[in-house]
């Protein structure tokens, strides 16, 4: 095995194992945020994508309502993903489960996208907010650490 062979092998290892972390998208029919434009969030816009605009990272299909919204994400992907994969925020948060969301539902804090589950009765997104959305992200960012290394 050359010198040259061998850095590619490590370089191409390296990449696969820095970018399949985050894979654990909550996916309905392959699609990340139910097909819902995660780009469109940050202009408080709630569109579903369109079936020619996607594009898929880490294993799950991004749809878009347009172009220009298509090209941000390629662009700045991790700027736009939802946090926990895509899986209600709340969920995440309380017990580190990993629930449904309503894509209809959702909240921009500190410049990322959390989603939540809301049927019937039950809006988390209110939970999230009168429970202490701090205190919760914080814990949701432990529970999924604690997920995502479970997947590994």
């Keep these: 095995?050359?010198?040259?062979?061998?850095?590619?092998?490590?370089?191409?290892?390296?990449?696969?194992?820095?970018?399949?972390?985050?894979?654990?998208?909550?996916?309905?029919?392959?699609?990340?945020?139910?097909?819902?434009?995660?780009?469109?969030?940050?202009?408080?816009?709630?569109?579903?994508?369109?079936?020619?605009?996607?594009?898929?990272?880490?294993?799950?299909?991004?749809?878009?309502?347009?172009?220009s919204n298509l090209n941000k994400f390629k662009s700045a992907p991790d700027k736009y993903v939802p946090q926990y994969g895509g899986w209600c925020a709340y969920a995440?948060?309380?017990?580190?489960?990993?629930?449904?969301?309503d894509p209809e539902t959702y909240e921009i804090r500190d410049g990322k996208l959390y989603l939540f589950y809301n049927f019937r009765s039950t809006n988390t997104l209110e939970k999230w907010i009168s429970e202490g959305p701090e205190t919760l992200r914080d814990r949701a960012d432990r529970n999924w650490t604690k997920i995502v290394d479970k997947g590994k």
Excluded: C, P, W
């Excluded at 995440?92 to 969301?101: A, H, L, R, T, Y």
């Design 92 to 101: 995440i948060g309380k017990s580190g489960k990993k629930v449904k969301i």
């Design 1 to 67: 095995m050359t010198q040259k062979f061998f850095i590619r092998f490590l370089i191409l290892f390296i990449t696969i194992n820095a970018f399949g972390q985050n894979a654990d998208f909550n996916k309905k029919n392959g699609y990340a945020a139910e097909g819902y434009d995660v780009v469109a969030y940050f202009d408080q816009q709630v569109q579903k994508g369109k079936e020619d605009l996607v594009y898929v990272y880490h294993g799950a299909k991004f749809s878009f309502s347009t172009t």
